[in-house]
């Protein structure tokens, strides 16, 4: 081939590969084409260089140039990708992909066909283009650097276009400017920007290569790679986390001091497996004689599955002190006077004492047992000044309000006693005995009257025994000491009574009650009647003959005792989930504020008279002290602040403290425990 070649070999280099050649040397056609004799070398070259001449004469003209097929521009191709076309043509149709041929069945083809070394796929019109001659020869310049086309001369001498006739100088004679001697302001300026630039760091050396490679090889290997900034190119990257740094203890001759004794490596067989060490400490002499590690292949294992089955997530969490989000309480001594410690202890019942009341002037407090028995004990001193024996055991105690009567209602089984305590001078006893005696009950004309309540004298306490149809649980006084009411919660519908002292009859309430009733309240200072059920708290009005004047829903599961405020404004609620309701009655029917404090049940709640302070009490034993002010600004939102915990009653049979009552005029608490203990906390 190469003595009878139609080309120059700097021409034409070996484009095809030696398969290629053996096929051109079998092929008759090709030899026809490209083999010529050596003395028409020349006229070949003249005629070949002249057809190039004319075909890049020709190529200028935008007549004779092809048009390509596809007309989509410069969109990449691979927006085509997923259709069943690759463009459109000019009048705008779209031209259809071709079949893809099976690979066995083009590759018998190729081999077959001869010129198959001369077509080039073209992706761009999806189509097979064949190479003609003149674009071989070009291509095969190109790849050996020259020009395209044989005709252009690299070295073609210097036409000099400037005119030098009867010139001296080939430019002009002017003098320099002066601006081309004169600092340019808007360089200086320029330059001032980019000094700035890189004072502040925007402007950074671009580093070299081997700079770059040597930042992406060394990494923080015991590192933390959550502030890399190599890897977090995008939001989900996160770091695995790093193990523990390898301390003393993992030294292959760690000191003696870290080696464990044989005692201790025995102890640790008798310790669960989450709480053994997981790594015990061994010495040896030399690097040579440590054994592998033989938990390797589990911990990549385990290690695997972490990574595997534990995906990470990147949980976005705001940076907020805690202590801000605390609410602005004001400091305690601030808030002084109220019960801190333990003062007196007032024993002498033999049972739980149930419940207690203090008298209106603060000097006598009574006490009512599970034993039978009441107590009247002197609250300084810790006397007891008198005792009553009862049959049954002692629910309630309530001290009449009025200090002109020294009157004391117990409810003991479905009987309801009003006892003469003895307390207070002549008159008050006179005035006592009056209101103590019964006489034949006179008919009411009204038809309100209560059969079910029969008013007895008993003469063997010196008293009053109202007898009920069912068991009584409380026993609550209007605030000028004529009425009381008692409660009846297996009473249904007639489960609450209202008694007038005075005229000794008793009337049932002119409406329904939605369900068992609880416990009931008067107002301090208005004509409103308080009723709680196990969920509800509902008001109504005596006057307007028990007309409903509002609705509270505490959300409790259930209602264990209600208290009200001495403005009348305010109702604080316990219940027997250890939780503590603060209604506001001018705002909502809804709780203000819904405090979890004991673990157990709330046994009862109290309000302090003059100071202002509220206390619950619970079967967890403990007394629960608290500052409630209320502001007489509406606007202004009561101020709750939790005070102190009072601690001291033990437990006895699953309960705690029974009752709590605050001094009328002290900040004093008193408190009655399951554990037949009264005790009297100051400040």
Known sequence: MSDSEGYDSDDYPSIRGSESEDEESGSSGNEDVLNTSNNDHGNDDESDSSELHEGVEESDSSEDEVVPRNTVGDVPLEWYRDEKHIGYDITGKKIKKKEKEDKLQSFLASADDSKNWRKIYDEYNDEDVELTKEDIKSISRLLKGKAPHRDFDPYAPYVDWFKWDDSKHPLSNAPEPKRRFIPSKSESKLVNKIKLAIRKGLIKPKKSKEEEEEEESVYPLWGDDSNSTGKNDHLSYIPAPKPKLPGHEESFNPSLEYIPTQEEINSYQLMYEEDRPKFIPKRFTSMRSIPAY????????????????????????????????????????????????????YRGHEDAVTSISVEASGQWIASGSLDGTVRIWEVETGRCLKHWKIDEAVKYVSWNPNPEHSILAVSAGQDVLLLNTGCGNEEVQKSTKELLSVEMPMPDDSGKTASSVSWLQDDKLEGIRLRHSKTVTSVEWHRKGDYFSTVMPAGESRAIFIHKLSKKFTQTLSFKLQGPAVTSVFHPTRSFFFISTKKIIRVYDLVKEGKLVKKLETGLREISSMAVHPSGDHIIVGSGEGKLCWFDMDLSSKPYKTLKLHQKDINNVSFHRSYPLFATCSDDCTAYVFHGMVYSDLNQNPLIVPLEILRGHSSTNGRGVMDCKFHPRQPWLFTAGADSVVRLYCH
């Open 294 to 345: 033989e938990n390797a292949v589990k911990e990549c294992f385990e290690r695997c599955l972490d990574l595997y089955l534990c995906p990470r997530v990147r949980k976005k969490r705001l940076n907020i002190d805690p202590e801000s989000l605390k609410p602005k309480l004001p400091n305690r001594n601030d808030l002084k006077p109220y019960p801190v410690s333990c003062y007196l202890e």
